[in-house]
């Protein structure tokens, strides 16, 4: 069985604080990695997609990836209230064709003024 | 942009009653899925789509059929809804043949069975 587990949360950061969430997964082979911000009542949203070890940076978002711990993470920086969501992790698996994800349960983050 | 669409924001329907959730997307992708999102189960794939008239099962297929005749449109259809079908129901669409298969979602459709 294919996995991708996230921290548990909920997780709650002060406003301008640095907000970390975390993601492993199972299947060595997996190629792609994704994570998504989902708004309560809201559709699922990506903001980050990243495919080769190392950080990558966009705005106050930085995706980590270490192939060999299996393990990806999300940093928000400089956290602020509409950060408010759930954070869900997604992982494309080696062998997967016609781009199939496996998504994990979610982080829900708060961030409080 | 990509532009994924749903049908339906909510939807209320009847025990017993056929349901056809539709799904259209404009960026000419050639995948296109199916979830449904419930508290605590996170989000399953029912059924997925790889070309017109061409599909897949997800992890959770029973109770649902799909159809795609067109590649720009991917339809869910709960054949005798039920009480237990009641969710968030999302529809995703990908480009095929890339190395980066990003998905993106439509705004869903929420689903009430009475």
């Known amino acids: 069985q294919k996995e991708v587990e996230q921290n548990s949360g909920p997780l709650s950061v002060p406003e301008g604080a640095i907000a970390s969430l975390n993601c492993t997964y199972s299947?060595?082979?997996?190629?792609?990695f994704f994570w998504y911000r989902q708004y309560s009542g809201k559709s699922p949203e990506l903001i980050m997609s990243?495919?080769?070890?190392g950080d990558k940076e966009d705005g106050r978002f930085t995706a980590q990836l270490n192939k060999a711990s299996q393990y990806v993470s999300l940093l928000i920086r400089d956290s602020q209230p509409s950060d408010s969501a759930t954070y869900l992790c997604a992982v494309r698996a080696g062998g997967t064709s016609y781009g199939k994800l496996t998504f994990g349960q979610g982080t829900i983050l708060t961030v409080h003024p | 942009d990509v532009k994924v669409t749903q049908s339906s924001r909510y939807l209320v329907k009847r025990t017993g009653e056929k349901v056809f959730l539709e799904c259209v997307q404009d960026?000419?992708?050639?995948?296109m899925f199916w979830y449904r999102q419930d508290p605590g189960l996170g989000l399953r794939l029912i059924y997925f789509s790889y070309d017109v008239k061409m599909k897949e099962k997800g992890d959770i297929p029973e109770g649902y059929s799909v159809s795609r005749e067109k590649k720009e449109r991917f339809s869910l259809i709960l054949e005798s809804a039920s009480t237990n079908q009641t969710s968030m129901y999302l529809c995703a669409s990908t480009e095929s043949g890339r190395y980066t298969y990003e998905q993106y979602f439509g705004p869903g459709t929420r689903l009430t069975v009475t």
């Open positions: 960026m000419d992708h050639e995948n």
């Open positions: 299947d060595r082979g997996s190629q792609s």
């Open positions: 990243i495919y080769s070890n």
